[in-house]
């Protein structure tokens, strides 16, 4: 898929970066029940974001508020990375590569393999990109974001899986999976209102939300789960 060009000139979360991350994650419209029983929503969010999820529980929201949220809280885990790689310039597929890796664990500013590749050691980054592995079920995941960073490899296709349905114990119905479009609203969501530095959701999102720093802890609960069924899915599709 075409990209624009990669200039390096700025890391800015633009359509290209937030489609890529959102391609790793599951989308989920009301509040559910991760894995460790944290009430979560939309992609991967929970309350400790700022903005409390817990109102959407048993209540379904438009593709829009939720993708919206999300990209204002991808603007916060932004600038947890950009200040890890100050003096630094990444391309957007670094940019994009390193946001999604801080998403998923939320340890660019202790992880062994950003000090590695600022101090030139580019072979040696990779190696230690790769440690991050557990659960076993990211792995799909983290070589992706390896080979966008490392490679420039992009992945993004602008669909999301969503899990329509919850069970009995408000925990995601896992067949209830779907692949769905998310583009045109993404798309939508950024030109109307890019987020914020200041702390102000995107355009759909709450205008009430605190300004804690946002944490998606959907890495080790929903996301896991969600590749070891995509995993299952596609072995089914070859």
């Keep these: 898929m075409p990209r624009t060009a990669d200039s390096g000139a700025a890391m800015v979360v633009d359509y290209d970066v937030a489609m890529e991350i959102a391609s790793h994650e599951a989308i989920i419209r009301q509040a559910y029940k991760d894995s460790v029983g944290v009430w979560t929503w939309s992609v991967g969010l929970t309350s400790a974001s700022g903005h409390d999820v817990t109102r959407y529980i048993g209540k379904p929201q438009p593709l829009r508020h939720c993708l919206a949220v999300y ?11 950009r200040e890890a790689f100050s003096g630094h310039s990444l391309s957007k597929a670094q940019f994009a590569g390193a946001l999604s890796f801080h998403w998923n664990t939320g340890a660019i500013k202790r992880a062994t393999w950003v000090r590695k590749w ?9 190696k230690a990109f790769m440690d991050w592995r557990k659960p076993r079920e990211i792995v799909p995941r983290r070589r992706r974001e390896c080979a966008l960073f490392f490679a420039g490899q992009w992945h993004g296709d602008g669909k999301m899986t969503e899990f329509t ?3 009995r114990r408000s925990t995601p119905d896992w067949s209830s999976a779907r692949r769905i479009d998310v583009a045109h609203e993404l798309r939508a969501i950024l030109l109307a209102s890019v987020t914020s530095r200041a ?10 939300v605190a300004h804690e720093r946002p944490r998606a802890t959907g890495a080790s609960g929903l996301v896991a789960l969600v590749w070891r069924f995509l995993g299952k899915f596609l072995k089914k599709k070859d």
């Design 199 to 208: 702390g102000t959701p995107a355009a759909g999102a709450d205008p009430q």
């Design 71 to 81: 990209v204002w809280a991808l603007e916060k885990y932004a600038d947890d990375v």
């Design 118 to 126: 600022k101090a030139g050691d580019v072979r040696g980054a990779r």
């Design 165 to 167: 349905r919850l069970t």
